[in-house]
């Protein structure tokens, strides 16, 4: 059993920073990639960014230049920095824990393991 435990949300103004973090505990089984996701309004959990036990990384366009996932591999932590965030950014962010697709990199199978959600609510 993987239990995704996440931390690092809050509220902040437009322009400032949080970092989430997303530790992996107890199986190692299906923890080699680490995913962030948020929730949009009308859809199902969107894809934020993803890392691998190897540190290969995935940041979504919509984000790219703004926020970078990272790993401490001794601890099976991933951490979502986010910077110059805006109020669209408001969601909750869920960690997600998955395999790399035979597809290859950043393809990757996601488990049925997630995080209990941290809000990040970022005012004007």
């Known amino acids: 059993q993987v239990q995704l435990v996440e931390s690092g949300g809050g509220l902040v103004q437009a322009g400032e920073s949080l970092t989430l973090s997303c530790a992996a505990l107890g199986d190692t089984i299906c923890v080699s990639v680490l995913a962030w996701f948020h929730r949009v309004p009308g859809k199902e959990r969107e894809l934020v960014a993803a890392?691998?036990?190897?540190?290969?990384?995935f940041v979504a366009d919509s984000v790219k230049g703004r926020f970078t996932i990272s790993r401490d591999k001794g601890k099976n932590t991933a951490y979502l920095q986010m910077n110059s965030l805006k109020p669209e950014d408001t969601s909750v962010y869920y960690c997600n824990s998955g395999a790399v697709s035979t597809l290859g990199w950043p393809a990757f199978v996601s488990c049925d393991y997630w995080g209990q959600g941290t809000q990040v609510t970022v005012s004007s």
């Open positions: 890392v691998t036990d190897d540190g290969r990384t």
